[in-house]
C-alpha cells in the first residue's frame, strides 16, 4: 500500500512497501511486460526473462499490448518496465496499470529505461511499483537503466553531442545492472522480503507528464505524412499507443498525439514529417546511422 508524506508546497512523496506476504516461498513462473518504442526496455525485459529462465523457472516475455492482464494472477513474478517520458511513466502505460486485476502475494518489480543523465527516471519507477501494490502484489525490486535517448527534438535542434555524449549506453555494466537486478528480487523472493521505495521529490517533477508534454508540442510545427514515402506497412499505426494514425487519409491526429515519437523513430521510410522550431526532425534510427553507431547488445540476447 502506498501512504502519502506531505511537504507543504513542493509535492508528496508516496512510500510504496507490501502489505501482505508472498503467495509462495519459492516462484515457479513469472512474466515480464514491456511498453518499449526503440528497444531499450524491450531488451532490459528480455534480459531479466533470460536470467530467470537460467534459474528455473517458467518465464513469459512480451510487449504490453500482448500481455493478457486477466492471466497475470496465475504467476508467481511479474515485472513490468517501461521508458521514462516527459518525466513520467507514458499515459499509455498508465492506463494499462490501471486495469490490472488484483494480483494477491505476485512479487512485483517494476523497471524503468531513460536517456542520457535522466531525469524522473527513479519516480516513474516509483508509480509502476505503487500501482502494483495497490492490487496486492509485494514489491521486491526496482531498477533504472540509462542508454541514450531516443527523443528527437533534441538532435533535430542541433544538440547532437547531448545525445551522443550517452552513444556508448548501453554497455556491459549497464546489463550487469540488469543481471543483479533480476539476481536480487530472487534473492528476496526466497527470503520472503519486500522492498520499501519512495518518491525523490524535485521542482521538475511537478512539470512531469501532461504539463511537460504540452510545452514540447508547442515547439512542434507541423506532423504530416508524405503520402509520396509512405509505404502503407503500418508500423506507425502499430506504434502509435493512443491511434492518432490514419493511413487511409493519411493522416495525424495532433490532438489526440502524445508526441512519443513512435512513429517518426519506427518509420522505415522517413514519411512522417515533423518540424521542431522550424527544423526538420529526424529519427533515432538516422541518429544511429549518420553516427556509425550500433548499439550494444547483451551476450545471452545475441
Ligand atoms: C517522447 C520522449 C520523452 C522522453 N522523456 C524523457 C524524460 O523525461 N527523462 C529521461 O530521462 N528520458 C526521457 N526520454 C528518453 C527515453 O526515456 C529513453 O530513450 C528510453 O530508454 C527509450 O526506451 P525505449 O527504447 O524502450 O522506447 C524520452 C524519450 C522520448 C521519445
Not at 521514462?84 to 502475494?105: E, F, T
Request: glycine fraction near 12%; include cysteine; hydrophobic fraction near 35%.
Amino acid at each position: 500500500m502506498a501512504a502519502s508524506l506531505a511537504l507543504p508546497g513542493v509535492s508528496s512523496a508516496r512510500i510504496v512497501k507490501a502489505t501482505g506476504p508472498l503467495k509462495k516461498k519459492k516462484p515457479e513462473s513469472a512474466l515480464v511486460v514491456w511498453y518499449s518504442q526503440t528497444g531499450h526496455t524491450e531488451r532490459y525485459g528480455r534480459l531479466i526473462a533470460r536470467c530467470w529462465g537460467k534459474q528455473g523457472l517458467s518465464v513469459d516475455a512480451v510487449p504490453m499490448k500482448r500481455a493478457d492482464r486477466s492471466l497475470l494472477a496465475r504467476y508467481d513474478l511479474i515485472a513490468v518496465g517501461t521508458p521514462v517520458q516527459y518525466l513520467d511513466v507514458p499515459p499509455n502505460v498508465q492506463d494499462w496499470l490501471a486495469g490490472v486485476p488484483s494480483i494477491p502475494g505476485t512479487g512485483i518489480v517494476g523497471y524503468v529505461s531513460f536517456g542520457g543523465k535522466g531525469d524522473g527516471q527513479h519516480n516513474a519507477a516509483v508509480t509502476l511499483l505503487d500501482t502494483l501494490t495497490r492490487r496486492g502484489g509485494v514489491p521486491l525490486g526496482m531498477g533504472t537503466f540509462g542508454n541514450m535517448s531516443a527523443y528527437p527534438p533534441t538532435w533535430s535542434m542541433g544538440y547532437e553531442a547531448r545525445t551522443l555524449a550517452f552513444r556508448d549506453k548501453p554497455d556491459q555494466a549497464t546489463y550487469a545492472q540488469v543481471r543483479k537486478l533480476a539476481a536480487d528480487v530472487l534473492g528476496r523472493y526466497g527470503r520472503g522480503r519486500g522492498i520499501e521505495v519512495k518518491d525523490e521529490l524535485s521542482v521538475r517533477g511537478l512539470f512531469k507528464g501532461g504539463i511537460s508534454r504540452g510545452i514540447a508540442k508547442a515547439t512542434i510545427g507541423r506532423h504530416e505524412i508524405d503520402p509520396g514515402r509512405c509505404i502503407h506497412c503500418g508500423t506507425c499505426v502499430d506504434r502509435c499507443p493512443v491511434g492518432a494514425i490514419d493511413l487511409a487519409v493519411p493522416r495525424v491526429d495532433t490532438r489526440r498525439c502524445i508526441l512519443c515519437f513512435g512513429c517518426l523513430n519506427n518509420c522505415p521510410t522517413g514519411a512522417h514529417e515533423m518540424t521542431v522550431f522550424g527544423r526538420k526532425i529526424y529519427s533515432f534510427a538516422e541518429l544511429l546511422r549518420r553516427n556509425g553507431i550500433t548499439l550494444l547488445e547483451p551476450p545471452e540476447l545475441v
